[in-house]
Each structure stands twice: as C-alpha cells, then as structure tokens.
C-alpha cells in the first residue's frame, strides 16, 4: 500500500532548493550547497525542503521503509531526520551499483524494527522496547547530493540527512538478549577494521535513546512511525569513505554481521552508470 502524500506550504526558497538536490539526484552529479537558498539557520525550511523532495519520491511510487536520524547541533530545537525509502535498501551481500549514491561513506551501525506504532508527543525508553519486534545490524550508507560534502545542518537536513543506501543483517535478534550501550561495533573493509565504536557513541548515548528521540521528531512532523518500519539509531563509529568496489562488513556484539558491496565504476567509455 502506497504512503499518503502529505499536503504542505511550499515557498519559492523551498521549491528552489528542492530542485537543486532533486536535479543532482536525477543527473548524478552533486551540486552546490542549499543553505544560501533558505533563511540561514532555519532548520523548518530545510525540513519543508525534505518532506517536500519525499512526496515527489511517493507519488512516484516509491515507498517508505523506515527512518534515520541525522546529526544537528545541540540545542538547534529541530531534531533531523530523513525517510528510508525501499529503493535504497539493499540485499546483505548484494552488489550496490556505483552511482546510485553519491560520494559514499558508510558506518556500522543498529536496525530498531517495529511491532507496534510510535505516536507518543514524547517517547521514553519503556515504548521504544514495548514497540521493538527486533534488532538487526546495519551498513548504513550516507550520501550527499552536495559537492565536497560541504554541508551545514541546514544542507543536511534539506538533503534527506545525507540518506543514501542502508543493508541489513538477517538474524533478529530480541531487545532482552542485547546491551546495546556496551555492544563493540567494527566496520571492516575486506578484512582490514576501519571504524570502530560502541552503542554508546550512538546518538544521545544509546541507540535506544537515539531511537525514542527519532520517533519524538517524527510525530512532531505528522509521520510518526509505524508497525514495520525500521529505525536506524546512527552510526556507531566514524562514518568511513566508499571507493569503488569496496565490501564492507560490519559486526555488532549480539547482532553478527552484515556486509555492503558496491560494484565499480564505470570506464568513462562506459558512460554513466547509473
């Protein structure tokens, strides 16, 4: 069942930002920055941009699979967030075609997915357990449809907070049988580590905290998630640039493994891969 599209005010700051990242998503090549579009700061229009380029993707048909929260700064008032849409997830193990994302980097991360509906104004821990069906680990592939990453939060929420491509593991493991703020996490490229982390470099300190703030952000926004969805609590290490053909595997203690391929890219004889 296709998402409802949302209805929302759109600006002509807005619309022109839109169409920046909307135009380096269909061409491939990532374009300036949007914050010298938008009212510097303004953290509601970066979020009008986001919700609006996500509309265009529904009524396209894609669907939304999930969310990921994304980093802003503290005390900034409006959390960032982006949607997790079915065609950026991608197979443990499958091959991700290069240029479907735009200048990669990947972290190891954690997969909340749900049992039950979030729609609290306010969500303590107890509810994000209650409503957890079960963990998985997770590639979490961030990519950015602005030039050199040169992005401030504002760019980074306009921009769908950097979302990318996500995999996931395949055995679901129960909250009770995890510690999720201890758990080691390693990303390793064919065999050589290069991030590593723990739950408690997740964001706000636990992905369970990461996880009830998220849901917080959502419902504010009027799509508060739901049964199914998965949420991605963050990465838990520093996010580690993609070159083609890379295989990386990431492992979570309790969760085991998951692992992200990319193809390579194109011969410029080739043409664009995408």
């Given at each position: 069942?296709?998402?409802?599209?949302?209805?929302?005010?759109?600006?002509?700051?807005?619309?022109?930002?839109?169409?920046?990242?909307?135009?380096?998503?269909?061409?491939?090549?990532?374009?300036?920055?949007?914050?010298?579009?938008?009212?510097?700061?303004?953290?509601?229009?970066?979020?009008?941009?986001?919700?609006?380029?996500?509309?265009?993707?529904?009524?396209?048909?894609?669907?939304?699979?999930?969310?990921?929260?994304?980093?802003?700064?503290?005390?900034?008032?409006?959390?960032?967030?982006g949607a997790l849409l079915d065609d950026t997830a991608a197979l443990d193990g499958d091959e991700i075609p290069w240029g479907t994302v735009l200048q990669p980097r990947a972290g190891a991360?954690?997969?909340?997915?749900?049992?039950?509906?979030?729609?609290?104004?306010?969500?303590?821990?107890?509810?994000?357990?209650?409503?957890?069906?079960?963990?998985?680990?997770?590639?979490?592939?961030?990519?950015?449809?602005?030039?050199?990453?040169?992005?401030?939060?504002?760019?980074?929420?306009?921009?769908?907070?950097?979302?990318?491509?996500?995999?996931?593991?395949?055995?679901?493991?129960?909250?009770?049988?995890?510690?999720?703020?201890?758990?080691?996490?390693?990303?390793?490229?064919?065999?050589?580590?290069?991030?590593?982390?723990?739950?408690?470099?997740?964001?706000?300190?636990?992905?369970?905290?990461?996880?009830?703030?998220?849901?917080?952000?959502?419902?504010?926004?009027?799509?508060?998630?739901?049964?199914?969805?998965?949420?991605?609590?963050?990465?838990?290490?520093?996010?580690?640039?993609?070159?083609?053909?890379?295989?990386?595997?990431?492992?979570?203690?309790?969760?085991?493994?998951?692992?992200?391929?990319?193809?390579?890219?194109?011969?410029?004889?080739?043409?664009?891969?995408?």
């Open positions: 069942m296709r998402e409802t599209v949302t209805e929302h005010p759109n600006t002509p700051a807005v619309e022109a930002a839109a169409e920046r990242l909307d135009r380096a998503h269909r061409t491939g090549v990532p374009g300036p920055p949007v914050r010298d579009l938008l009212p510097p700061g303004d953290l509601a229009a970066a979020h009008a941009v986001r919700s609006l380029l996500t509309d265009r993707r529904l009524a396209a048909g894609r669907r939304i699979t999930g969310w990921k929260a994304a980093p802003v700064p503290p005390g900034a008032g409006t959390p960032g967030f991360g954690v997969a909340l997915v749900l049992e039950h509906d979030l729609g609290h104004e306010r969500h303590t821990v107890a509810d994000v357990i209650r409503a957890t069906a079960f963990a998985l680990p997770a590639v979490e592939v961030a990519g950015s449809r602005i030039r050199d990453w040169d992005v401030t939060a504002v760019d980074t929420v306009a921009d769908n907070a950097s979302s990318g491509a996500y995999v996931l593991g395949t055995r679901p493991v129960l909250l009770r049988d995890l510690d999720l703020r201890t758990a080691g996490a390693v990303l390793e490229r064919r065999g050589e580590p290069v991030s590593t982390g723990t739950g408690a470099a997740a964001r706000h300190g636990h992905p369970l905290h990461a996880a009830a703030r998220l849901a917080d952000a959502l419902v504010r926004s009027g799509r508060p998630p739901r049964a199914g969805d998965t949420l991605l609590t963050g990465a838990l290490g520093p996010l580690t640039d993609v070159a083609p053909g890379d295989v990386l595997e990431a492992r979570v203690d309790g969760l085991g493994s998951v692992r992200a391929a990319f193809g390579r890219a194109a011969r410029p004889e080739e043409g664009d891969p995408r």
